[in-house]
């Protein structure tokens, strides 16, 4: 995360640092991009960088953070959102909202996939980490009895998350058959996974 340093920046060059990175690492896989790139983009001597950043995870770190603040306001501000809804209602709720969120920042969309595509430990970690809440929301609704005890929560979020990013690498911003497909799929999860 960004040092002390960073923090007394003024908000138009944070923004000028924070949109470098987003065209860098849109455009590069993480393991691939270049601070130089960055900080060329950003207007700033590499020297300088350093006393904001410790290195190249670091600022991948910030924007990510950053990025994820913005896209979990927007599923908050979904009115469609039923926190109280099954893991699987969720999911369709909340892909929804971030499909919407994504077709309006397309080069945030583009640092997901470039993700998915990056098997350094760094980007790795951080995949993991994505699933957290997931897993979690599942293990609730085994407690609730809508989940069949013995399902392995980490497989089902591994299968949620994957169905995800599969159907949106194959149709990309078509959103009736993007829906349609992650809608069938979930459903086909949900059976599986039913405690009847």
């Known amino acids: 995360m960004p040092k002390d340093t960073f923090h007394n920046l003024s908000d138009d060059k944070k923004r000028k640092i924070f949109d470098a990175a987003v065209?860098?690492?849109?455009?590069?896989r993480f393991s691939e991009a270049s601070i130089n790139q960055i900080v060329k983009a950003a207007g700033i001597p590499r020297g300088s960088f350093y006393q904001y950043f410790s290195g190249k995870e670091d600022i991948f770190l910030y924007m990510f953070e950053e990025i994820l603040k913005e896209k979990r306001e927007v599923i908050r501000q979904s009115e469609s959102v039923d926190l109280?809804?099954?893991?699987?209602?969720?999911?369709?709720?909340?892909?929804k909202a971030s499909f919407e969120w994504g077709r309006l920042n397309p080069q945030y969309s583009q640092i997901g996939m470039l993700m998915e595509i990056?098997?350094?430990?760094?980007?790795t970690r951080l995949r993991a980490a994505s699933f957290e809440g997931l897993r979690?929301?599942?293990e609730r609704?085994?407690?609730?009895?809508l989940i069949k005890p013995e399902t392995d929560a980490d497989l089902v979020a591994?299968?949620?998350?994957?169905?995800s990013w599969k159907q949106y690498s194959l149709v990309g911003f078509n959103g009736d058959m993007f829906f349609k497909k992650i809608s069938d799929g979930l459903a086909i999860i949900k059976k599986g996974t039913a405690a009847v």
């Open 118 to 123: 990056d098997n350094s430990a760094f980007i």
């Open 23 to 28: 065209q860098e690492f849109s455009t590069r």
């Open 136 to 138: 979690k929301m599942i």
């Open 84 to 95: 109280d809804a099954d893991v699987f209602e969720i999911c369709i709720q909340a892909i």
């Open 158 to 163: 591994d299968m949620i998350y994957a169905l």
């Open 141 to 145: 609704d085994q407690e609730r009895g």
